[in-house]
């Protein structure tokens, strides 16, 4: 008898696969912090900005909706591609701490991220009755 047939109303295979990504990264984040307790050093590890994988935890939400939704859809539709970029702003603003990379220099990619939402939603179609 499955969750749901026993009428608590949860759906355990639903549950756990939601949040088997954000899971994941949690996990990747504390066998990094273990690797750099243990002395294993990482060559894209930089110690001094350890904080900024907390930030990178931030892409696991939005990743997990995309999974879901796409496993929904069977495809990549506009709520996959928004949650996936979501999840990409993330992860660009971690990774140029995490890499101790210039602002300066890579300020650029969000512009490219910026024209990435406006193909994802596309032009706004107005309502017969004037609302959006």
């Not at 499955?2 to 949690?26: C, F, K, M, Q, Y």
């Not at 590890?45 to 939005?62: C, R, S, T």
């Not at 996936?84 to 603003?93: I, N």
């Amino acid at each position: 008898m499955t969750d749901n047939e026993s009428g608590n109303g949860t759906n355990t295979a639903a549950w756990r696969s939601h949040r088997i990504i954000p899971a994941l990264l949690v996990v990747a984040v504390g066998l990094i912090f273990l690797c750099g307790n243990l002395g294993v050093q990482l060559p894209f590890l930089d110690w001094a900005n350890w904080w900024a994988w907390f930030i990178l935890l931030g892409a696991a939400w939005p990743l997990s909706e995309a999974w879901e939704r796409y496993r929904a859809v069977g495809t990549v539709d506009g709520a996959v591609a928004q949650s996936l970029l979501s999840a990409l702003a993330v992860a660009m603003v971690a990774m140029i701490f995490i890499l101790d990379l210039s602002w300066a220099k890579w300020w650029p990619l969000f512009v490219i991220y910026g024209g990435l939402c406006m193909l994802v939603h596309g032009p706004r179609r107005r309502r017969r009755d004037g609302a959006r």
